[in-house]
């Protein structure tokens, strides 16, 4: 299976798969919680849409990386969180209906944003001059292809569907397409591993400064706004992990350029390292409630 093969054809079909998954999840009454709790929706998609791609900016000004790996971090930064980071809310046992409904209304936006922003991200790069460019209209349909499409047929699917054959069909779904985008991340990490910057790298440095500076902004501005504690955690999940999937797909197939998605590849490998980090002290933190009661009376 050639690389380009596997990028430009199988990652699509994948996250089309995913997002179905997604779209089988959600119930109307995801959406409906915006109305009861717009408060937490709102700070959550402040920090994704607004202060993450901000944050990436500050990285790129800061750190000494090249043209296209600036403008991979800034793509990163534009993508919704998926359904990953839906999974990880579940783990750290954060708000699931809120992640679900931050995902849910990022995923609906990306394709609009997404081709418009990161046009004048390379024109700000000067990747434009270059003959680098994202023509607007052709990416919000393949992106609404992908992202949109699948996740409103997926709802489509659930209505038409028994409650029970839901529960049923599901969890088997959420495993399948868990297995084909670790697959074909892991194959095109192996495709592409000889074009990867080192291990000891800027590019490293910068994806990981962009995932524990995102999950800390999150966390500090959702604590300090005194949310519940299971939203602050979500939201901290939530503008950490990023669907690097997409912003791969926007690279390889879309614009067909390797170089530019091989930071959003590192950052679909590397987020794990935090996130894990944050799971394993979430677990700790809930094992040991004395703990987190002693922390917080020395905070105060």
Known sequence: MSAEWLA?????????????????????GDFTRILRHPRRVLVGLSLQVLALPLLAWALVLVLPLPALAAAGLLLVALVPGGATSNMFSFLVQGDLALSVSLTAIAGLLAPFTLPL??????????????????????TVGQLLLVTVVPALLGMGVRRLLAEHTVATLLPLV??????????????LFLAYQHRLPALLSVETLAVLALCVSAMTLGYQFARR????????????VEVGVQNAGIAMMVAFAI?????LGLVPLLYGI??????????????????HPTRRTQRVKVVR
């Open 225 to 236: 706004l005194q949310l519940p504690a299971d939203s602050v955690r979500a939201i901290t």
């Open 117 to 138: 922003i990161m046009g004048w991200n390379l024109q700000l790069l000067g990747l434009a001059e270059q003959g680098f460019s994202l023509p607007y209209w052709a």
């Open 8 to 28: 430009q054809v199988v990652l699509p079909w994948v996250l089309a798969s995913v997002m179905l998954a997604m779209g089988l999840s959600l119930r109307g």
């Open 270 to 287: 590397l987020m794990n390292v935090p996130v894990f980090l944050w799971v394993f002290y979430c677990l700790w933190i809930n094992r």
């Open 255 to 259: 614009l067909q350029l390797p170089q």
């Open 174 to 187: 959420k495993v399948f397409t868990g297995v084909a985008m670790v697959t074909v991340v892991v194959a």
